[in-house]
């Protein structure tokens, strides 16, 4: 258990749809950064929150965007989605400080989109 | 930009053989390096890391890596393997000096382990 919770599990969506993933971490997790993993890749960092603010990016485009609240929860918006968008969107957690140095990760919200 | 390279993408194994999966990454700067698992259906969890000192890293179930700076490698070994190793193995790298946390992730070898 790794006490990051994410929802929903599984969701089918729409070409040009838009779509939000929601993910709960450990109280006091104030990094959270979101990973994208296509069928058969390894995950694919998409960015990164720490208190709210947008701390780090990877080669995603703008209409992929997020969200963090105060109490610990988070949000991945995806809009205008494509056929490529389709993959398991994993949250990931960690503390501040050396307790940061382990990673937890949830089970992830599986999409596709037709 | 990092990326790291698994040799293998699918490794099938009886049981007791040994296993070691490579594990090669590109970035000329200080790295943490990280070893994940992902049983089917399930989260991905951190099996060892490396972060500073001894090169061998001892972690769960039995794992163990190595990390040879000259050979930017960061190879995984158990050197018996169960059933219940059958799962994907996912190599990991972060830039120790950068600001987010960012990993990079290399593609996967799928470990299967015939009883």
């Known amino acids: 258990e790794t006490g990051v919770t994410q929802s929903p599990t599984h969701l089918i969506k729409t070409r040009g749809q838009q779509v939000t993933l929601r993910c709960s971490s450990q109280?006091?997790?104030?990094?959270v950064s979101w990973y994208q993993q296509a069928l058969g890749q390894g995950p694919q960092f998409i960015f990164q929150?720490?208190?709210?603010?947008?701390?780090g990016r990877g080669n995603f485009p703008p209409r992929f965007s997020g969200l963090q609240f105060p109490n610990y929860s988070s949000e991945l918006n995806v809009n205008a989605l494509e056929l490529d968008d389709s993959a398991l969107y994993l949250c990931?957690?960690?503390?501040?400080?050396?307790?940061?140095?382990?990673?937890?990760f949830g089970e992830g919200s599986w999409l596709t989109v037709v | 930009a990092q990326s790291v390279s698994q040799h293998n993408h699918h490794v099938i194994l009886s049981e007791a053989a040994s296993l070691e999966l490579g594990c090669n990454y590109s970035?000329?700067?200080?790295?943490?390096l990280f070893w994940y698992v992902q049983y089917p259906g399930q989260h991905l969890q951190l099996l060892l890391k490396?972060?500073?000192?001894?090169?061998l890293v001892k972690g769960i179930k039995g794992f163990e890596a190595e990390f040879i700076k000259s050979k930017f490698s960061f190879n995984l070994r158990k050197p018996s393997v169960q059933w219940s190793d059958t799962a994907e193995y996912f190599c990991?790298?972060?830039?120790?000096?950068?600001?987010?946390?960012?990993?990079?992730f290399g593609k996967g070898t799928k470990l299967s382990v015939i009883p």
């Open positions: 990931a957690s960690r503390g501040d400080g050396n307790s940061g140095n382990t990673i937890y």
């Open positions: 109280s006091g997790h104030n990094t």
């Open positions: 929150y720490y208190r709210e603010e947008e701390n």
């Open positions: 970035y000329g700067g200080t790295v943490n």
């Open positions: 490396y972060f500073s000192g001894d090169p």
């Open positions: 990991a790298v972060r830039d120790s000096g950068a600001g987010s946390y960012q990993l990079t």
